[in-house]
């Protein structure tokens, strides 16, 4: 799955901070009718999710750059998937759902506001599916606009 999305974090206190987002999330397949062609399926997206960054002491005190909160980090990251879905085929969609998902990361500052963030987390609550057991990682690439 691919996506694009815009956020703000806003910081709540020294350690801790609130991120939210919106964004298209979305994905390539082949297509069902021909094996010659590609079906494409976006839908949106909308999460919140409170970030505690429990390392940058740490990182302070050797040096490291701890530039836009580049430090590791813990959070439940509560996610709302809208049923609305862009499709250039008759691909059923997505269903709407909420999922709440605690997650454990890292996040670093490459190059001139840029960002790298890598995290893990487990799908605890899928409000559509009780028996979810889904695995979550983000590989993300942040370019800081302001």
């Given at each position: 799955m691919i996506g694009v999305w815009l956020n703000h974090e806003f910081l709540i206190g020294e350690y801790l901070t609130?991120?939210?987002?919106?964004?298209?999330?979305?994905?390539?397949?082949?297509?069902?009718q021909s094996?010659?062609?590609?079906?494409?399926?976006?839908?949106?997206?909308?999460?919140?999710?409170?970030?505690?960054?429990?390392?940058?002491?740490r990182r302070q005190l050797k040096n490291k750059?701890?530039?836009?909160?580049?430090?590791?980090?813990i959070s439940p990251e509560l996610v709302y998937i809208s049923d609305v879905a862009i499709s250039n085929s008759s691909l059923r969609g997505v269903e709407e759902t909420v999922l709440i998902i605690p997650k454990i990361g890292m996040r670093r500052f490459i190059w001139?506001?840029?960002?790298?963030?890598?995290?893990?987390?487990?799908?605890a609550i899928d409000l559509n599916n009780t028996d979810s057991s889904n695995l979550?990682?983000?590989l993300r690439l942040h370019y800081v606009l302001f």
């Open positions: 609130l991120n939210s987002e919106i964004g298209l999330e979305g994905g390539v397949f082949r297509s069902t094996s010659n062609e590609v079906d494409y399926l976006l839908y949106g997206t909308l999460a919140l999710e409170p970030i505690y960054y429990f390392n940058l002491i750059k701890t530039n836009f909160n580049s430090g590791s980090f001139n506001k840029v960002i790298f963030e890598m995290a893990l987390g487990y799908v979550s990682m983000d």
